[in-house]
């Protein structure tokens, strides 16, 4: 697949599961993530993983 047929099949999601990832696909989530190449190598970005859903109801 070329990386322009790959772009055009980008989509944006909105809406969620109420169900646990494999620790393994998140692992693999995360690091693709991490090897993501960002406008002009700013590298300005941040992940945050979070497992207990009590804690996103309010923001850091």
């Not at 070329?2 to 989530?29: P, Y």
Request: aromatic share 6%; proline share 5%.
């Amino acid at each position: 697949m070329s990386v322009f047929e790959l772009a055009m099949k980008h989509v944006s999601t909105r809406v969620f599961l109420q169900r646990d990832i494999d620790e393994g696909d998140l692992t693999r989530i995360l690091e693709v993530a991490r090897r993501a190449p960002s406008a002009w190598n700013m590298q300005s970005y941040h992940v945050i993983a979070v497992r207990d859903q009590s804690l996103t109801s309010s923001p850091p």
